[in-house]
């Protein structure tokens, strides 16, 4: 049967990336977005926003909402301190499939925590389910029409503390227009726009980061 995208996206990073190197993980799967076939990963332009935001933030506890092959998931993973949790959110199985290998290939299994199914069923759950009290950073990914809802039920199930990080990517493309507008409206949340490119594009995209005040 023919190959799919992402597992050709991971055929690219086990013969390309040095087992236990997040960098030669995300240069392999750049490489092969670039010169091979495109993917929507946040990409390398876009990622050094996410690295230096990651930095900035210096989270102990992540959830990323979208997982897709997982190359946010390993940029962010490889700049964790030691003992944060990454928990990452991906609904489509076979996508969630080839996550879970580039992750292990890059060696961050231990900072990682995938989860399969659809983040408004999961969002209510992860309390409980995974002893969270509130993430220091929510990277959303997924589909560009639940950013805005998930963004309340995270609100709502009281995952968020003051000075909590969401950073948002396509915010122009695909787009996010219901999301962008609720974050930089409401008194609770201070945002910023990060312009940037749609990943291996000259097409304009952005990230918005936006602080939670509490
Ligand atoms: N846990 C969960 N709960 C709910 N839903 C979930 C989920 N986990 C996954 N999903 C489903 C959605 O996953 C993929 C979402 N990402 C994108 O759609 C995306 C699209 C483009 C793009 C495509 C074509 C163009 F022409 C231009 C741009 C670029 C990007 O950077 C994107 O991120
Ligand atoms: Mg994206």
Redesign the pocket.
């Known amino acids: 049967t023919q190959s799919t995208r992402p597992q050709r996206l991971l055929s690219a990073v086990q013969k390309n990336a040095t087992r236990g190197d997040p960098r030669s993980v995300v240069k392999a799967i750049d490489h092969f977005c670039r010169h091979k076939e495109w993917a ?1 990963n ?1 990409g390398d332009e876009k990622g050094c926003i996410l690295d230096s935001v990651v930095t900035e933030v210096n989270p102990h506890t992540v959830l990323e ?4 092959c997982g190359y946010s998931t390993v940029r962010i993973a490889s700049l964790l301190p030691p003992h944060a949790k990454l928990i990452t ?4 199985p076979d ?1 969630a499939a080839v996550a879970r290998q580039v992750i292990a290939w890059a060696g961050l299994e231990e900072k990682v925590q995938l989860v399969e ?4 069923d ?1 969002i209510p759950k992860l309390k409980e389910q995974f002893g969270i009290q509130t993430f220091d950073l929510v990277f959303l ?4 029409d ?1 950013y805005l809802p998930d963004t309340k039920l995270i609100e709502e199930f009281g995952l968020l503390r003051k000075g909590s990080v969401l950073l948002a ?2 915010v122009i ?2 787009g996010t227009p219901d999301y962008l507008e609720y974050v930089r409206s409401s008194p609770q949340y201070k945002s910023q726009y990060f312009k940037s490119h ?2 291996y594009t000259k097409v304009e995209d952005g990230l918005e980061k936006s602080v939670f005040l509490g």
């Open positions: 929507m946040v909402l979208g997982t897709y959110l991906e609904f489509n996508y199914g659809a983040s408004s999961w990914d997924h589909w560009k639940r990517d396509n493309c695909p749609l990943e």
